[in-house]
């Protein structure tokens, strides 16, 4: 059978049913590995609203996002960053102080800013209205295309304007093609169906992404209502592309191998199912459909140098609508199915929409990153990363980060100290701890554990690690000690303790253990560390036998991080804990209970915290967590947030 003919029957299994079976039957393989994560909502320097695309340079291995969004602030420009996601520049006009004129703003801009500003709209060379789509060619030059102003620009890879092209563009002569070195005006494109024309679209943005796609030989497809028209570099008309069915496309991609053109359809208005599965793929040479594979809610779409295909998707399941990634290899075989999380350590799942995806070669060996461009939950704006390091240009020098430092075990002679530590991708990060009874600022005043620095073996990674335990020995017990840890790398260093102002800490060892009391009325109850409690005291339950069958446990909230919050009173006797199960006397059961234990003349007793709840709750990773932000030290008073309507 040939492929057109196995596709056809792929095309029947569309519904949930059938995408699960599919789903089980494919040989799937683990996603890449999480790398890095970059960029936050904004419009200043390094900042984006929205990824509404983007590209990857294999030649710098910058990365570029086109950041638009519809509401004010409209954004209207290019952000560029390095493979390592720090924050090269942007361009637009006015973006640099606000003047009706191309500009650049950010640290390697011409001249360097520390600001940027949102790019002011318009139809000028270099000016852009709604930017939804970015390609790049074997030379670095870089296209994009415009939603609203229905043209493309290419720009050089440091955001000069080369040329544009559209229908009537040039306002000189009326041509579909306008360059910076004619000397001509430039316009914004004029709707239309002719060779070499942008049609308006009829679907809202909010539902689609990018356009436009760049093959080998440096052609250019640029997908509109009902086709996809092919250009060569310089912006002349090839060829056109009829779509297979009626309909406006949402994503499209090139394999930069065969030249093949993948696409898939836009959304309905409201952006809740797809108006057609599937993922298109056509020969650009006839048009003919020479595969469709089964994405029955496709979104975004890469490719990488291998002629792989990825596709943004969604996941359905009675807790609610995952957003994932699937990959197909150039035959169209499964490779990465639907039901893999892509997610960085401590995020369950992606619960914004994925707007943009892109690849790049990044290692000698042909290693592949993935970057993922997306819109969590209207908070936050980034890119994650996804693959090796991209060691083919070299890391940022930046010294490593000391995030914290604290004691996590003293007694009475001997204490174990570590720190958090994020090493900025630089794998030879070392570190060790200095202390001593005297602050360590003083010179000759604190002593070097171990005399040898530790490597921290974290690899190429932005991400931060807790060390190995640095044990010391010989201490005076009930004797106040100054540590601070110190790190360095090839990156830079040393980084002395933890931020400006508070670079050391201190412990104070144990006294010498008291000798137990032993006559005391309630002794029976006073062993093990209780025999040594002030005050005749013993341990005591504070939280009731019967907690219908649970415990006094809690689950991780999104950052995986225990999802509690116990206080007690300095009293000691007021208790509050939370629970992952509501138990007694609870109005409620959110996802982490919360309760106050009083200690009176019968002994302890409990009661609830969790308030009535009703209608559903607000999405967002802020729901798996405890309601309770804090509590004041008598524990009289408590601040909590609520996730659903307050019940009058």
């Not at 650049?104 to 000016?127: D, H, I, K, V």
């Not at 693959?387 to 914290?404: D, E, T, Y």
Request: aromatic fraction near 10%; glycine fraction near 12%.
């Amino acid at each position: 059978m040939g492929r057109r003919g196995r596709s056809a029957f792929l095309v029947l299994c569309v519904c949930v049913s059938c995408w699960a079976t599919w789903a089980a039957a494919a040989v799937a393989a683990d996603p890449p590995p999480f790398f890095n994560e970059f960029g936050s909502i904004g419009t200043g320097a390094g900042e984006f609203r929205e990824s509404r695309a983007i590209v990857a340079s294999p030649k710098s291995g910058h990365v570029y996002v086109v950041d638009s969004v519809r509401i004010n602030p409209v954004t209207n420009r290019i952000d560029e960053f390095t493979a390592w996601g720090e924050f090269v520049k942007s361009w637009g006009w006015g973006v640099a102080n606000g003047a009706a004129e191309p500009q650049t703003c950010g640290p390697e801009a011409t001249p360097p800013t520390n600001t940027c500003l949102p790019g002011l709209e318009g139809g000028g060379s270099g000016q852009f209205a709604r930017p939804t789509g970015i390609g790049i060619d074997s030379s670095g030059n870089l296209y994009v295309y415009e939603f609203k102003n229905l043209r493309v620009q290419k720009f050089s890879p440091n955001g000069e304007f080369i040329l544009m092209f559209g229908g009537g563009v040039n306002a000189t002569n009326g041509g579909n093609i306008c360059t910076a070195a004619s000397s001509d005006t430039c316009q914004a494109g004029q709707a239309g169906t002719s060779n070499g024309e942008f049609a308006q679209f009829a679907v809202d943005i909010t539902s689609q992404g990018n356009y436009i796609g760049v093959g080998p030989g440096d052609v250019l497809f640029v997908a509109g209502p009902e086709r996809i028209q092919e250009f060569d570099s310089a912006g002349g008309f090839v060829r056109s592309i009829p779509l297979p069915e009626a309909g406006e496309p949402g994503y499209l991609a090139v394999d930069p191998v065969s030249g093949d053109v993948y696409f898939d359809f836009a959304r309905v208005a409201n952006g809740e199912e797809a108006a057609q599965p599937n993922i298109y793929r056509l020969d650009p040479k006839t048009g003919a459909v020479l595969d469709e594979l089964p994405v029955p809610y496709p979104g975004a779409l890469a490719t990488d140098a291998k002629g792989n295909i990825y596709a943004a998707t969604e996941h359905f399941e009675e807790s609610g609508r995952f957003r994932e990634i699937v990959e197909f290899d150039a035959s169209g075989a499964p490779v990465i199915s639907t039901g893999t999380r892509f997610a960085p350590p401590g995020v369950q799942t992606v619960n914004g929409d994925i707007k943009a995806l892109a690849t790049n070669t990044v290692t000698a060996t042909g290693g592949i990153d993935l970057f993922v461009g997306f819109q969590p939950d209207f908070s936050e704006k980034r890119i994650w990363v996804y693959g090796p390091a991209p060691v083919l240009w070299p890391p940022p020098l930046r010294p490593p980060l000391i995030a914290a430092q604290y004691a996590d075990e003293v007694g009475t002679e001997d204490a174990t100290l570590k720190a958090k530590i994020n090493p900025l991708f630089w794998a030879d990060t070392e570190y060790y701890v200095e202390y001593g009874e005297e602050p360590c600022s003083t010179p000759g005043a604190c002593t070097q554990v171990p005399a040898s620095p530790l490597l921290l073996d974290s690899g190429q990674v932005n991400k931060i690690f807790t060390t190995e335990g640095i044990e010391l020995s010989g201490l005076k017990p009930g004797t106040t000690y100054h540590y601070r840890f110190v790190a360095g790398s090839g990156g830079g260093g040393p980084t002395v303790g933890v931020g400006e102002g508070k670079e050391e800490a201190t412990f104070t060892t144990r006294s010498e253990a008291p000798e137990p009391t032993t006559d005391c009325s309630n002794q029976t109850f006073r062993i093990g560390a209780g025999a040594f409690l002030p005050d005749c005291r013993a341990y005591e339950m504070v939280s009731p036998v019967d907690k219908e069958n649970g415990d006094i446990l809690v689950q991780c909230n999104a950052l995986c991080s225990p999802a509690r919050r116990n206080q007690a009173a300095l009293s000691g006797g007021r208790v509050t804990y939370s629970s992952y199960r509501a138990f007694g006397d609870a109005d409620s059961s959110p996802y982490s209970s919360q309760y106050l234990a009083v200690r009176g003349a019968n002994g302890w007793s409990n009661r609830s915290l969790n308030v009535p709840q009703e209608g559903p709750p607000n999405s967002g990773p802020k729901i798996l967590d405890t309601l309770f932000q804090g509590f004041s030290a008598d524990l009289d008073y408590g601040w909590f947030t609520k996730h659903n309507p307050p019940i009058l």
